[in-house]
């Protein structure tokens, strides 16, 4: 599972390196990633009778990472979903993107999307999937933002990773306490025997955030429809078929283990029953088709949260057959409508007239995608819905009438705007509200067969498993026993007899049939109910609001003036530490003052010059003193025998200087004249504190190293365990180090090892912290540049009026 | 930016040309020795392990040859000496230190655990190194990068009012 992984990204970077001269065919390239995984689920289904695959490897040991995979049926149910749709997806974006410069970026991306949902439906420990999770909400950011020149998409990107991103670290929060709860991150573990208590239950909560806002439900669904700025087949792919049934993915994992006692169901019930009447509810008037599909997937969702929040085996049932209906009707959909806004470059069904005669066989894959999503008989949505009806009119459901009225209700709306859809894309009988001209079905091109291929794909194959919807009993019995539900012996079946449920839906086709009919009238209803804040305001307001504080408080904390700065840092320095130091008493053992003869003339060179340093009026001379200051102490440590820290320190100071001169340039010789005493008092006491301070603080850690230390302080911090057998704790770290320099890690330089190799893992961090500090550099010079450009004063200017003020 | 155009240089720009014309004599011992301090930089990040040096120490050594060349001859000589971006160089010496830290991943090991390699090179003869050398080579890159990202943002003649 590992290696289907790493396909994806081996292929992610071969379409990004190679795919330079191949424009559009580059995702012929791509599909290789989504072919290799259906190839895996053809042959993993063969050996999957023997129980679950899993795959372990050692990640970070020492924090409990391990990258953990679990291949079960349910798991491989989704993981052929995202393989074969990805790869219908592909071909199908062969045609449709044009060959410009950013394609090899789409394609990239698009595969590492890809990637990442194959790792998340198949990863068994909760940090892992949380990192694949993470890295579809990040790639769906930079897919939605594609078209990074247009504002709309660009926020419609920052909105959806805003609120996925938020969702997602409360999840990792929920993750977490559950993990400790449990006393591992094993999913499997975890939900075999699942923990209990309040701690739970409030763990529980924040990972339903996470799927809820994953899966755009109310009252976090406004993302989705601002995410269909995105280009079609990735909205197809993500934001249909597989991300946003990311959420339902984990919520169908936990529900069997923990929807029976807390605040579970009624949280996944309500957001989901709520999600099933809002999504039809708006889609029913939406005139760009688009947005049409975009309000239906939430109301859709809602649905699969409702059939796999409540844990009961016969409404899973029914979730496992949506799941795969709706991925299949949904994704061909989408491919219609991308091939209708490439050819006509509209999607308003007000300007849309006669496509259905122009092009018969884009029009025949549409009516089937569209029963099949309305639910008629003999499509796979059917199917599902009947089972859907039928496990709701269980009475051990809770509160079953009540999910049972929305989701007639809801079902009511999708026949409705399935309809409207049809109608919309190619009826010939035209609302002529808008002033906008009307695109004729026969002065368009027609799409390329290849082109409708995908679409009308997926639509037949919701026709063929309508029909012998039996070939899935198998696989939706295996998934459910995957999930955890007792043995359950699933018929599926076109014809279940003359039953309530089949009364409910041709009640439901009735009544949506009746609603399509009297659109005109409906349309008038909606509009005229007056609709209280929206999902998409009131997350505007909260980002306007977040901006707001954030700028009230930059504002007192950031007063914009150097010395205030380094005041702060500098009392800081000295307090904070430094009274626990004094605190602490005296020092432990009796210190010697002078080791060399050297090191007393070294020390009055350095005091001169940093007094003189303080003292002088050209800011050139202050450098050079400061200067040496640093080559002094370079002096010190060739003294004491540490050339490596010498080294080291000649050379900061030499490129110190360097720095220092060339800002230098930009800033007048002297320093502005002192308008008065007092103010100089207050510098001057932190600078003699902050020496005191450094003074006492080398004195105090001079007289630790060499005395035994307790184990607890060497065994904080990641120092890898080695195998020559000695223990830790009895020793002191520099002489820990010391001994084990030449025989473990091979070398002599002491100071080199420990970090490259003891503390590897600080010098990672502080690597990181160094790249993130030059990048910080260059962007605030380039900021500086464009506001000089614009006329904006300059820092430089401001460090002058701090020197005069002071 | 409008370095050729003679008209459009703004006074600082004028000090630098001016500058390098004045010294043409340090200009040609430092162009001489920039290459040699390279090499002592690539030295001490190889000896680094046994010896006083190191990565961090090998790209400060680095930097400082660019930033001896860059005081002599400008920005723009610099930029024409070394020709790979700052930004590559930051970038570049944080994949290798990942990449480094992961290897040993790769067969069973911890993250950042170290291997200590002997082989036959030829010419040379039996050699031996630590993995831990690679993760010093992302260091170096990295440390080698900030400071060329420092001087070039400094050294920019436009960069102040």
């Known amino acids: 599972m590992l290696l289907t992984v790493l396909v994806y990204v081996l292929v992610a970077l071969a379409v990004a390196l190679l795919g330079r001269s191949l424009g559009s065919r580059v995702f012929w390239i791509a599909a290789i990633g989504p072919l290799w995984t259906v190839g895996y689920c053809v042959w993993a289904a063969s050996a999957l009778g023997s129980g679950p695959r899993t795959e372990s490897w050692n ?151 996470g799927a809820l806002t994953k899966s755009a439900q109310v009252p976090f ?174 009475p051990d459901v809770p509160a079953h009438l009540v999910l049972l009225a929305a989701v007639v209700l809801g079902s009511v709306f999708t026949v409705a705007y399935s309809a409207r859809f049809l109608w919309g894309a190619f009826g010939d009988d035209v609302d002529r509200t808008g002033d906008a001209a009307v695109v004729e079905g026969s002065d368009v091109p027609r799409p390329l067969p290849s082109f409708v291929a995908a679409p009308a794909l997926l639509a037949l194959v919701g026709l063929v498993l309508g029909i012998i919807p039996g070939v899935m009993s198998g696989l939706v019995a295996d998934s459910l026993a995957a999930l955890g539900f007792d043995e359950l012996a699933v018929h599926l079946s076109l014809w279940h007899g003359l039953n309530t449920a089949l009364g409910l839906s041709i009640l439901v086709i009735a009544a949506g049939a009746g609603l399509f009919v009297m659109r005109r009238r409906v349309e008038r209803v909606q509009a005229a109910v007056s609709r209280g804040p929206s999902a998409t305001s009131v997350y505007d307001a909260l980002v306007k609001g977040l901006v707001d504080v954030a700028g009230r408080v930059t504002s007192v904390v950031q007063s914009g003036s150097l010395p205030v700065y380094l005041m702060v840092l500098i009392v800081t320095l000295v307090l904070v530490p430094g009274i626990p130091l004094v605190l602490a008493g005296s020092l432990g053992r009796s210190v010697e003052w002078i080791d060399s003869p050297m090191q007393p003339v070294i020390g009055v060179i350095m005091v001169a010059s940093a007094c003189a340093a303080a003292l002088v009026r050209r800011r050139f001379a202050a450098v050079l003193l400061l200067g040496t200051v640093g080559y002094g102490m370079a002096a010190l440590f060739i003294v004491q025998g540490a050339p490596d820290l010498a080294l080291t320190q000649i050379m900061v100071e030499t490129l110190g200087v360097v720095a220092f001169v060339l800002v ?143 | 930016m409008n370095e050729h155009s003679p008209i459009e240089q703004t006074p600082r720009e004028r000090a630098d040309s001016e500058m390098s014309r004045r010294s043409m004599i340090l200009d040609v011992v430092v162009r001489s020795e920039f290459h040699v301090l390279l090499v002592v930089s690539v030295y001490l990040l190889f000896a680094g392990h046994n010896q006083p040096g190191g990565g961090f120490v090998g790209g400060l050594v680095a930097a400082s040859a660019c930033a001896l060349r860059m005081a002599t001859a ?88």
Not at chain 1, 155 to 169: F, N, R
Not at chain 1, 704 to 716: C, F, L, R, Y
Not at chain 1, 745 to 752: I, S, T
């Open chain 1, 221 to 394: 669904h406004a993302w989705l429809p601002a995410a269909m700025a995105a280009p079609t087949p990735i909205s197809a792919y993500l934001h249909s078929a597989t991300m946003v049934k990311a959420g339902v993915y984990l919520v169908a994992r936990f529900a069997p283990a923990f929807a029976v006692d807390g605040p579970w169901r009624w949280i996944v019930l309500g957001a989901g029953s709520a999600s099933v009447l809002l999504g039809g509810y708006r889609a029913l008037r939406q005139n760009d088709l688009k947005l049409l599909l975009a309000y239906s997937t939430i109301g859709q969702l809602g649905l699969l949260m409702v059939l796999f929040g409540a844990g009961l085996p016969e409404l899973a049932l029914a979730g496992c057959v949506v799941l795969v209906a709706h991925a299949a009707f949904k994704a061909s959909l989408f491919m219609v409508v991308g091939i209708i806004d490439h050819q006509t470059h509209t999607r308003d069904i007000r300007r849309l007239v006669g496509l259905a005669r122009r092009w018969p066989a884009l029009f025949w894959a549409s009516l089937l995608a569209a029963a099949s999503m309305a639910g008629l008989p003999p499509l796979l949505g059917f199917v599902g819905k009947e089972e859907a009806f039928d496990g709701l009119l269980q």
């Open chain 2, 74 to 161: 400008g920005p723009a000589e610099l930029r024409r000496s070394v020709r790979v971006r700052p930004m590559v160089l930051l970038g570049g010496g944080l994949v290798v230190a990942s990449v480094a830290a992961l290897a040993a991943l790769w067969d069973g090991g911890q993250l950042l655990q170290t291997r200590y390699l002997t082989f036959d090179l030829p010419v040379i003869g039996p050699a031996s190194m630590s993995t831990a050398f690679f993760f010093d080579l992302g260091v170096y890159l990295l440390v080698l990068g900030s400071m060329l990202a420092v001087l070039e943002v400094f050294g920019e003649p436009e960069a102040g009012p």
């Open chain 1, 664 to 806: 230098l340039r930009h800033l007048p010789e002297g320093f502005a004249p002192t308008i008065s005493r007092p103010r100089r008092v207050g510098p001057a006491v932190a600078g003699v504190a902050v020496g005191l301070f450094v003074f006492w603080f080398a004195l105090a850690a001079s007289s630790v190293t060499g005395t035994p230390t307790p184990s607890a302080d060497v065994v904080d911090g990641p120092v890898p365990t080695r195998d020559s057998g000695e223990r830790l704790a009895d020793r002191s770290l520099a002489e820990e180090f010391l001994a084990r320099s030449l025989p473990d890690a091979h070398g002599r330089n002491v100071v080199n090892v420990i970090i490259v190799d003891f503390r590897a893992f600080d010098t990672l961090g502080e690597i990181t912290v160094l790249l993130i500090a030059a990048l910080g550099v260059l962007a605030l010079i380039r900021i500086d540049r464009r506001e000089e450009s614009e006329g904006v004063p300059l820092a430089a200017e401001s460090i002058d009026t701090e020197d005069a003020r002071r």
């Open chain 1, 59 to 209: 990640w970070v040991s020492a924090l409990g990472l391990t990258i953990e995979f679990r291949l079960d049926w349910f798991s491989l149910l989704l993981l052929a979903l995202v393989g074969s749709i990805g790869t219908l997806v592909f071909v199908y974006s062969v045609h449709y993107f044009p060959p410009d410069r950013d394609i090899r970026r789409t394609a990239a991306v698009l595969t590492l999307f890809a990637g990442a949902m194959a790792g998340l439906v198949t990863s068994d420990n909760l940090l892992l999937l949380f990192t694949f999770w993470e890295l579809t909400s990040i790639t769906s950011f930079l897919l939605i933002g594609s078209n990074d020149e247009s504002s709309s998409a660009r926020s419609a990107a920052t909105q959806a990773l805003l609120v996925t991103g938020a969702g997602g670290l409360a999840m990792l929060g929920g993750f977490v306490l559950l993990g400790q709860a449990a006393g591992t991150y094993s999913m499997s573990s975890i939900l075999s025997s699942p923990p209990s208590g309040v701690v739970v239950d409030v763990a529980l909560v924040l990972v339903l955030i």
